[in-house]
């Protein structure tokens, strides 16, 4: 927040406030989220009901900027399947449902002991997101938080939803949770996802901290690991 108030004191980012408050005005204000040891989620805010940012408007704005993004490609070889690590999925949602990998029992992509239905409207958020960006892929929603978990029990269900999902051979992992500490648990499973070639994205969190920089933590994102 802090860097996006000094930026309006520079006249050259008039123009990018001007669109983002556009954007902003139709979207779904989202912070990643990390936990704490109360098991509260951090810095976490939601400010209108929308699912998802038009991402057409972004796109189209960077492109005038000269950002060329990568398009997707529209005949892929594969289904592409994204597991999404968040606080659940709308079920009530037919655009966000429509892509949804569907087990037996739906107990099985619930972690948190809440059941799979999003009461946060992060994972509902970010699902939105990715289908707004790749219609095509498919998605496998897990929840693993519960806001009245302590933080080392929403770790652990972090952990057993990405084992799950490793092992039904998921192409993409999302997550947009984390930490300031590492895990034995997590990592030996993210190593696991690395060996089967799954790539794993993850938050950066919301410390204002440059994980470029090797004194700044956040994991899993910190891992060094190459997926």
């Not at 990643?32 to 040891?37: A, L, R, V």
């Not at 034995?184 to 070639?197: S, Y």
């Amino acid at each position: 927040r802090k860097e996006l108030n000094d930026l309006q004191n520079n006249p050259d980012a008039i123009e990018k406030f001007a669109f983002l408050n556009k954007v902003i005005e139709n979207s779904l204000i989202d912070t990643n989220h990390s936990y704490d040891n109360t098991g509260k989620i951090n810095n976490y805010n939601f400010e209108s009901s929308q699912t998802c940012i038009k991402l057409s408007h972004i796109r189209n704005f960077l492109e005038r900027k000269g950002v060329k993004l990568p398009s997707i490609p529209a005949n892929l070889k594969k289904d592409i399947t994204i597991a999404v690590i968040d606080t659940g999925i709308d079920l009530k949602n037919p655009y966000l449902t429509k892509r949804m990998i569907i087990p037996r029992d739906l107990k099985e992509l619930d972690f948190s002991g809440r059941g799979l239905q999003d009461q946060q409207g992060h994972g509902s958020h970010v699902t939105g997101l990715i289908l707004a960006v790749f219609p095509q892929a498919k998605i496998l929603p897990l929840n693993y938080y519960n806001p009245k978990a302590s933080g080392k029990q929403n770790l652990e269900a972090t952990v057993a939803a990405l084992n799950y999902a490793i092992n039904q051979n998921v192409d993409i992992i999302n997550y947009s949770g984390g930490g300031p500490e590492a895990n034995v648990d997590e990592l030996r499973a993210l190593k696991k996802a690395e060996k089967k070639g799954i790539l794993i994205v993850a938050a950066a969190g919301n410390e204002r901290s440059n994980l470029d920089n090797n004194r700044n933590s956040f994991f899993p994102a910190s891992y060094k690991l190459n997926n």
